[in-house]
């Protein structure tokens, strides 16, 4: 499953295509960016951690993840846990 991060809000959800956009809490509509195209938010076989050093999130994904999107700004920073 492939993740997405709102760059606004910093959710992240599971799913195959774009999520919708509707109700994001920062306002207006989420602003999705595709950071792994093969993981999840939990830990799943085949999966190791990534945490952004910048945001603080939690990824798990079989490479490294895409820099597009953090919501701290900029690239993510991703670090190996
Ligand atoms: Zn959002
Ligand atoms: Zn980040």
Redesign the pocket.
Known sequence: MAVFICSKCGSMVESTSTPSGVGCPAGGSHLWYRICSSGGVAPKSGTKAYQ?R??G?IVYCTTTPAGVG???GGS??WIRL
Do not use: F, I, V, W
């Open positions: 952004c910048k945001c999130k953090c919501p701290s993510h920073l």
